[in-house]
């Protein structure tokens, strides 16, 4: 670690892992109560299981998006962080809405408010209060970073970033906006979410997986640079127009059929960018760098990326496949994948790289951490090939042959029972996961984790 203002990162990590268990042990329980559909029905309805899976993931993710940026932009920047206390400040707001948004859904606190009630909108059912708290952290979040990075070192890397991270703040103020119109209000709805993970967050993914690349691989900045431009022109041609495959049947005009086919089938260019720039600056760099886990955290994120997000996004996103596929099991394959390979991994990766730096020891725990890699990897695969089948039986019964909702999900129950035995494996490996980096580690012997951090 070359500057303590890096040190800001972890108390976001540690707050982000700890949202990175609640998520992972909702979506357990979510999973068993598709098996065990009266489980915790009337102290945590699914409704509410669900609303703390989903949200505890990204509010995680942020976390994690956040703490990186106040790892990296040091280094790059090369100063200090402009003001740690607002850092610290910011930190706290997010986690008092956090709280004040999970005992929201829980108790179901100030039920028709429309400031301090949940609002019933998927993935933005917080509070008005929350939000407006949240649009106060990012606030002082970007004007922090920002004039960081103003007074420093220009590079590619934190140009990128904090295009990003100001994208995740400006398109987030559209969650504000909640037309009556049900159509009016799911087009700009999909303005925060779409345009947040299929465009701003893939330009933060592809600049953190740039700075491991950078630091793990020993390869020219020049080249990398160019690589990352690459992918970052590639992802925002495709994802702002890829928003009109969500458009299909909300009552958008019917050009939009052909627009989000067309652009959201490209979609998946700028993740094969990052499995091919990520593998080759490995082989172009031939480093033997000691944090291995980091590494395979780096490689795994932009192949699972891949898969999931394009392969798998391609899989349905055509209108004549997405007529019939909408809403069933098929969608929740893409989103579990495509969100564990691209930014869970992401921000797992850059822990790994960073927490041995920030603690100056060399790199501790890593072949637990690559056993939680591994263990994680394959279930959450395990899990969608399994939500894969299931979507296909569930189209092919459901919208071909008419059955009802319920009669299909009662023909489902073994491929549910399956992914309920892949959600256990996730669990356990993101528990081994969470021990491996903030567990106990040997302290450093007068090396201060200078391995860690090789010279360009």
């Not at 993931?57 to 998006?65: E, P, S």
């Not at 008092?96 to 108790?107: C, N």
């Not at 189209?395 to 309920?420: I, K, N």
């Not at 969470?434 to 951090?453: H, M, N, Q, V, W």
Request: aromatic share 18%; net charge neutral.
């Amino acid at each position: 670690m070359k500057y303590e203002t890096q040190a800001i990162a972890k108390w976001y990590w540690f707050a982000a892992l700890a949202l990175f268990a609640v998520q992972v042990l909702m979506g357990l329980i979510a999973g068993y109560v598709y098996v065990q559909p009266n489980f915790l029905s009337e102290l945590l309805p699914f409704n509410i299981l669900r609303m703390l899976h989903s949200n505890a993931l990204i509010v995680w993710l942020l976390l994690g998006f956040f703490g990186a940026a106040y790892y990296i932009i040091p280094e790059e920047a090369e100063r200090e962080i402009h003001s740690p206390a607002i850092a610290y400040f910011q930190l706290i707001l997010l986690v008092v809405g956090t709280l004040g948004a999970v005992l929201t859904y829980m108790f179901n606190l100030f039920d028709g408010n429309p400031i301090l009630g949940k609002q019933g909108r998927e993935f933005l059912e917080q509070p008005l209060w929350v939000k407006l708290g949240i649009v106060v952290a990012a606030l002082a979040f970007l004007y922090n970073i920002t004039f960081t990075v103003l007074a420093g070192r220009k590079t590619a890397i934190t140009n990128v970033l904090l295009l990003g991270l100001w994208g995740i703040a400006i398109f987030f103020l559209f969650g504000l906006y909640n037309p009556a119109n049900l159509v009016l209000d799911k087009i700009y709805w999909w303005w925060v979410v779409h345009l947040w993970v299929e465009g701003v967050w893939e330009l933060v993914m592809a600049s953190v997986l740039a700075f491991i690349m950078l630091k793990l691989t020993g390869v020219d900045r020049e080249v990398i640079e160019k690589w990352l431009y690459v992918i970052v022109a590639t992802s925002l041609f495709t994802g702002v127009l890829g928003t009109g495959h969500h458009y299909y049947w909300i009552g958008a005009p019917g050009y939009w059929t052909w627009i989000g086919s067309i652009f959201s089938s490209l979609e998946v260019i700028p993740f094969f960018a990052m499995v091919v720039f990520t593998f080759m600056m490995v082989w172009k760099g031939k480093r033997n760098h000691p944090n291995k886990a980091a590494l395979l955290w780096a490689l795994g994120c932009s192949t699972l990326a891949f898969f999931g997000a394009g392969v798998w996004g391609f899989m349905h996103t055509l209108h004549p496949i997405n007529y019939y596929t909408h809403g069933t099991q098929v969608t929740a394959a893409h989103g579990h994948l495509a969100f564990f390979g691209a930014y869970v991994s992401l921000n797992l990766a850059i822990m790994t790289y960073a927490f041995p730096s920030i603690f100056r020891i060399n790199p501790y725990n890593q072949i637990a951490n690559m056993v939680s890699f591994w263990m994680m990897s394959s279930a959450m695969a395990f899990m969608t090939f399994v939500l894969t089948f299931a979507g296909a039986v569930q189209t092919h019964l459901q919208r071909v042959m008419g059955m009802s909702f319920m009669e299909v999900q009662d023909q489902l129950a073994l491929f549910y029972w399956m992914r309920f035995g892949a959600g256990v494996a996730v669990v356990v490996g993101a528990l081994i996961f969470i021990y491996a980096t903030i567990g106990p580690r040997k302290e450093a012997t007068g090396l201060e984790g200078a391995a860690l951090s090789p010279a360009e």
